[in-house]
């Protein structure tokens, strides 16, 4: 059984959801806008990333 995976609210990912991701650019904290392109064996990817999100529960569900 996969385990589904929450963000920040509790609210389950699903493929196209629109994410708010807090990351450092230039040394100055941002809010980057990403879409989940993936959503396989418990992990997430974000914009086509072959790298999984470490922190799901860190991001907020925005949108599909």
């Not at 991701?21 to 086509?48: F, H, M, W």
Request: hydrophobic share 40%; glycine share 6%; charged share 25%.
């Amino acid at each position: 059984m996969v385990k589904e995976i929450e963000d920040l609210e509790g609210v389950f990912f699903w493929l196209n959801h629109y994410v708010a991701r807090a990351v450092i650019q230039n040394n100055s904290p941002c809010i980057k806008i990403c879409k989940v392109t993936k959503v396989e064996n418990g992990k997430i990817y974000l914009d086509g990333s072959k790298q999984p999100i470490r922190y799901p529960d860190r991001l907020l569900i925005i949108g599909e």
